[in-house]
């Protein structure tokens, strides 16, 4: 037996719906005590509408205002990704310092975080999860997708919805160099399906204390057929379109080499960007196939870590037809917790919307965690032979600024070609260890580098050309991408925001009408 909860707590806002297996641990020894999870959700009344709050997020998501910390991180493609750190010393009040650094030995909590399509640690949403987090004593870091961030892509191997490789090194590296410090995953949109996916794919060997998948698309497939199925849907399809060519752009030379770049530039819709370069660079046979293999919802069931999933209802990005129900209530380590409204990573509270839910939801459930006996313990390390780091003197990567402001980092160009070569073998085997865990062509892994042999390097030069260069800061969408999309097609921002009035009219005008019904009676009363 299976239970799916409601609390009932009187006063406004709707309850939140939790999802967990009647015997599960994470449960009553953690959400149970979870007072967020157990009270209402009530959305900010002027932003009622899930295309409100989306948009909201978009234009005046109002992130603080603090600086990262950020270190290149070499991956063993010759690939590299960004890293930004957030330190709890940085909100506290001390005195920023670039030489400052996490001890070996430390035990503060680190709160590794994965961003949406094609936002980085500059979104508005990251910014508040980061700064809620390092407020509250934990530090922060911000695993930027390849390419982002203001980095220049250095291999030939991109990211996708479902590239996990990238997040397995990352993690594995963090645990090497902060060994007791606790470490806990957020994965966002779909950031959040790489790390559901990641988390199932490595069952009871991941080094994770515990995480939270917010937003997450689930069922890709699903969320294909949802975004294109209506003139609503089919603008966020638009507009995840135009940060996704924009990225592109940003990356042309390795794009026109690698993919279509005729029909990439063509491009009308997400599907039409991965027929054109998502399949051809990860070298699937089809967009279905992508969509199948990459869908987190196929590794809920080997999830082992505590994991708390958080979805809006009203989401009209990620639809609820994909949450996958069953598998949630089975697995007695997740617990799925659903709101009436909150749009797509929005979920503002309060009148002047100064908070996110989630934010908060999330950050409670991670410190019950972290105080009970239910964070998980890593059992068994079976990533391979992994070199020791190399020094980042010898190997790099080097930053070399653009014209454009992008960031390239560089390394040994030999090793690269060497370990180009072994990732391309390796890519075989793991494919095939992927067919045997999940039967079928839906559970096939993407491929899978080597364990890193790059060295994490921190600079404070690579900390100003951060404040420099302004990424692409797209999800859901994302402030970028929509005013990318309404120099473009003006006509179209006018209509979400019509339409975004339109569904809200209903519950907006009936407060108004409350309101001046009142003011009357009393207008009349006094004459």
């Known amino acids: 037996m299976t239970i799916i909860k409601k609390t009932h707590v009187r006063g406004r806002g709707s309850p939140i719906g939790l999802t967990y297996n009647p015997s599960s641990p994470i449960y009553h020894g953690v959400v149970s005590k979870c007072r967020i999870l157990h009270a209402r959700y009530l959305a900010t009344p002027w932003l009622s509408s899930p295309h409100f709050q989306t948009v909201f997020l978009s234009f005046f998501g109002r992130p603080p205002a603090f600086s990262y910390r950020r270190k290149l991180f070499n991956l063993s493609d010759g690939g590299t990704v960004a890293l930004d750190w957030l330190l709890s010393s940085d909100v506290s009040g001390d005195v920023f310092s670039t030489n400052n650094a996490i001890p070996k030995g430390d035990t503060t909590p680190i709160v590794l975080v994965i961003p949406g399509l094609t936002s980085d640690s500059d979104a508005a949403y990251i910014k508040h999860l980061a700064f809620n987090t390092a407020k509250k004593g934990w530090n922060v870091v911000v695993s930027n997708h390849r390419g982002l961030g203001g980095i220049s892509v250095t291999s030939d191997f991109f990211y996708n919805a479902g590239w996990t490789e990238d997040l397995r090194t990352v993690v594995s590296n963090l645990h090497d160099e902060y060994p007791n410090a606790p ?20 069952g009871d ?165 972290h105080s009970s006996q239910y964070m998980h313990v890593q059992k068994m390390v079976s990533f391979g032979a992994q070199s020791s780091l190399d020094s980042s003197i010898d190997q790099g990567p080097y930053v070399n600024i653009a014209e454009d402001g992008m960031v390239a980092a560089v390394g040994n160009e030999q090793a690269k070609e060497n370990r180009t070569e072994d990732v391309l073998e390796q890519q075989k085997t793991h494919q095939r260890k992927t067919n045997e865990m999940v039967s079928g062509e839906q559970d096939d892994h993407m491929i899978k580098p080597e364990p890193c042999s790059g060295e994490i390097v921190q600079s404070s030069e690579q900390a100003t050309t951060r404040q420099d260069s302004k990424p692409l800061d797209v999800i859901s969408p994302v402030r970028r991408c929509l005013e990318l999309l309404s120099q473009r097609s003006r006509w179209s921002f006018w209509l979400l925001v019509y339409v975004a009035i339109v569904t809200s009219w209903p519950l907006v005008g009936s407060a108004l009408q409350i309101v001046f019904r009142k003011k009357l009676r009393n207008i009349s009363r006094a004459a």
Do not use: M
Request: charged share 20%; hydrophobic share 45%; net charge positive.
């Open 183 to 202: 470490l806990f995953l957020v994965g966002l949109s779909v950031g959040a399906n790489i790390l559901v996916k990641y988390l199932g794919e490595d």
């Open 205 to 369: 060997k991941v080094p994770v204390a515990g995480a939270v998948a917010i937003c997450s698309p689930w069922d890709l497939l699903i969320g294909d057929r949802f975004i294109g199925r209506r003139l609503l849907q089919k603008f966020y399809d638009k507009a995840l379109t135009t940060g996704l060519l924009g990225y592109a752009q940003l990356h042309q030379p390795r794009f026109f080499r690698l993919a279509n770049w005729e029909g990439i530039k063509k491009s009308r819709s997400i599907r039409d960007f991965d027929q054109h370069a998502t399949c051809i660079v990860g070298k699937f046979e089809t967009v279905d196939t992508y969509y199948r293999r990459c869908t987190s919802a196929n590794y809920v069931g080997n999830v082992s870590v505590p994991l708390l999933c958080i979805s809006a209802l009203d989401d009209p990005v990620c639809t609820r037809e994909a949450i996958p129900w069953e598998e949630c209530r089975a697995n007695i380590n997740i617990v799925l917790a659903t709101t009436k409204h909150g749009g797509h990573l929005a979920f503002f509270e309060g009148l002047t919307a100064a908070g996110i839910w989630w934010v908060r939801a999330t950050d409670e459930f991670l410190k019950i965690l």
